[in-house]
């Protein structure tokens, strides 16, 4: 009687490997008929610690991929709407977009503190979609989304179960939302987490390709904030000792090349425009300055009773410092997840080494201001170790934690809802900030600033000092008579400040408004000139308004 040449049903399976779950070694010997996909032994266990090389969005499923995105992208874009307008960063740099739209060239016609790359895709997005302040928010959280959907991407990477991508953005929605700011560090960060899933490819695959994407979105980071940038090319090229050895030179080679592409592009407007010397002291000189004065601490608007820049009702303040308070955690969390994760290996530690290296440097380049405006980009990609770690371990409160992240994305959209209805605040109606959450309160200091400014004449400029200077120009949809439209200590630095003396000097400037108020980084020798040889004539909504003294 011969034998078969497969297996019983019942041993079959027992032998067949669930989808997802890697092969262990084959049994042919045993039994030589069965298919390649079944030889795994019958007492294979899945290893949750050994990670799988598969990506759970390479599904045949573009479409709803596609449609997900897009679902995420509204999502963040209606968070950050409803998180209402911070005048200081982000009304700055929608001003400066739209000048850059309407043929400005930065650093020539403005000071501004990072390379242009940010600023130039602002400002496209801005000349196709609209000049308004809400068509910036949706370029902003189509930055965000991308963020939370390349994180995602690096959690399949490294074994993260299909199912549990939609819970990992979900997450991502609540603990790293949209916020009002500028763009330019969630779009570095962005670009980070592109180069560590190029990094993860290039460690698994042969050839180049890989590895120049990685130089490139380096590069790409350089351009939208240069340390990271570094920083990054230094991640990538430590990562690729990794590698296979005989091929290094090689992919080292391709690296920098592709880290130079885009650095050399961005510089070609500046030395067009011939303001080399004004790039160079806008984005290098001011870093000592910026270094030594611009020290935050999490939380620090609220530990030092700074004024924020979004106003919120208490129920809505209470819950964003608690969502706040569990994003830096999860940070922190993150490490001790990726030592787990280190020593849970056991075959090889080189993914979870390269994923801590790319951490470290996102942490390293939100210093020295640890806000939620710098920290909270770093969340995404802090939650990769921790829901691996979560997933290995099967965390019991996992399913309460989701259940949980939805409930509380659904209540922060409705206190805002209710704050809409109980008249907190309403809908803007200022030039090229319509539909946007300004609170009652903002609104009536605004209109009272606006209508001391009103009555002076249109000829006689005006000098805005504070971190809404650039949401006053906009408003009152004046020019601006410096080249400095954020002229806080971090941004001019000692020589923009001296600069800046010397202009006040030299432009027939009349009227000074100096933002009321305790607010951070003061330019304290143009605070020390105008206090001491202009004269105070009133004190409207937001502004001491000075008058330069007639000529002795």
Not at 16 to 39: C, E, I, T
Not at 458 to 468: A, D, H, K, M, T
Request: with cysteine.
């Amino acid at each position: 009687m011969a034998f078969p040449l497969r297996p019983s049903q019942e041993e079959w399976r027992l032998s067949r490997p669930k989808l997802g779950r890697p092969p262990a070694k084959p049994f042919a010997a045993v039994y030589p008929g069965v298919p390649s996909q079944y030889q795994v032994r019958a007492d294979h266990k899945y290893n949750p610690s050994v990670w799988s090389p598969r990506s759970c969005l390479n599904s045949s499923r573009r479409q709803n991929n596609l449609l997900g995105f897009v679902l995420l992208w509204l999502v963040s874009f209606c968070h950050n709407w409803l998180l209402g307008v911070n005048r200081a960063d982000e009304v700055w740099f929608f001003t400066v977009a739209k000048m850059v739209s309407e043929g400005a060239l930065p650093y020539r016609d403005f000071a501004f503190p990072v390379l242009p790359t940010s600023l130039y895709l602002a400002a496209v997005f801005l000349t196709l979609v609209g000049k308004q302040l809400l068509a910036f928010k949706a370029f902003v959280a189509g930055i965000t989304a991308g963020l939370a959907w390349l994180a995602s991407q690096v959690f399949c990477q490294l074994g993260g179960p299909r199912g549990r991508r939609w819970w990992f953005l979900l997450t991502c929605l609540v603990l790293a939302p949209s916020l009002p700011g500028s763009p330019y560090g969630v779009l570095a960060y962005l670009f980070l987490v592109a180069g560590l899933s190029a990094t993860l490819k290039g460690l698994r695959e042969p050839g180049s390709w890989p590895w120049i994407l990685a130089g490139l979105f380096a590069g790409l980071g350089f351009t939208a904030k240069h340390n990271l940038g570094l920083l990054a090319l230094l991640a990538v090229l430590v990562a690729q000792r990794q590698g296979k050895p005989g091929v290094r030179w090689r992919h080292r080679i391709a690296v920098l090349g592709a880290f130079g592409l885009p650095v050399l592009l961005s510089l070609v407007p500046v030395f067009l425009s011939a303001s080399w010397d004004q790039f160079y002291q806008g984005v290098f000189g001011t870093k000592a300055v910026y270094a030594r004065t611009a020290f935050t601490v999490p939380l620090q608007g609220r530990l030092t009773g700074v004024p924020p820049s979004v106003v919120f009702t208490p129920a809505e303040d209470f819950l964003r410092l608690a969502l706040r308070g569990l994003a830096f955690a999860s940070v922190g969390f993150a490490v001790g997840s990726l030592l787990w994760l280190w020593r849970r290996k056991s075959e090889g530690r080189r993914e979870p080494m390269v994923l801590g290296l790319f951490l470290a440097v996102a942490v390293a380049t939100a210093f020295p201001r640890f806000d939620s405006e710098h920290v909270l980009p770093i969340v995404p990609l802090a939650l990769v170790p921790l829901t691996l770690r979560a997933e290995a371990q099967a965390w019991r409160f996992l399913r309460l934690w989701h259940v949980a992240a939805a409930a509380l994305l659904a209540a922060s959209w409705l206190l805002a809802l209710v704050s809409l209805r109980q008249g907190v605040w309403r809908p803007s109606q200022l030039p090229s900030l319509q539909g946007v959450r300004l609170s009652l309160a903002e609104t009536r200091h605004v209109e009272e600033t606006l209508a001391f400014l009103g009555a002076l004449p249109r000829e006689e400029s005006v000098l805005f000092i504070g971190p809404y200077a650039a949401f006053y120009y906009t408003v009152s949809q004046r020019k601006a008579p410096t080249r400095y439209l954020l002229p806080l200590v971090t941004c001019l630095g000692d020589n923009g400040q001296r600069d800046l003396l010397t202009t006040l000097e030299r432009v027939p400037i009349r009227w000074l408004c100096w933002q009321t108020g305790r607010w951070p980084l003061r330019p304290q020798l143009l605070e020390q000139l105008v206090t001491t040889h202009w004269q105070l004539v009133a004190t409207t909504g937001e502004c001491h308004w000075y008058r330069r003294p007639p000529p002795s």
